[in-house]
């Protein structure tokens, strides 16, 4: 069975940072996509960020410049470092992984979230 846990969250004031992992295990499949989507109270979920197997990414528009998206393929994990954190940030963020072979492929596997809450 796939897991993807987080880590990372927390309360941060503004103009701070974080870091956020998440770990995929249970699967001898390659996750060719991995990426992280957030959602706030009262809306959408939305796309963060996404990273390919070979590094190629794409950001949300709300977090180009402030957010890096990297992987680490031999340990199954992704990082969201985040800086300049702004309170509109604040959301539960999950960890997200698909098996397609194109960065924009669906989504097989969902992280539970960890809360990232960012106070002005």
């Known amino acids: 069975q796939v897991q993807l846990v987080e880590s990372g969250g927390g309360s941060v004031q503004a103009g701070g940072s974080l870091r956020l992992s998440c770990v995929a295990s249970?699967?001898?499949?390659?996750?060719?996509?991995m990426g992280w989507y957030r959602q706030a109270p009262g809306k959408q979920r939305e796309l963060v960020a996404r990273?390919?197997?070979?590094?190629?990414?794409i950001y949300g528009d709300s977090v180009k410049g402030r957010f890096t998206i990297s992987r680490d393929n031999a340990k199954n994990t992704v990082y969201l470092e985040m800086n300049s954190l702004e309170p509109e940030d604040t959301a539960v963020y999950c960890c997200a992984a698909g098996l397609g072979g194109s960065l924009l492929s669906n989504i097989n596997y969902w992280g539970k979230g960890t809360l990232v809450t960012v106070s002005s």
């Open positions: 249970g699967t001898s499949f390659r996750m060719n996509v």
């Open positions: 990273i390919s197997r070979v590094g190629d990414t």
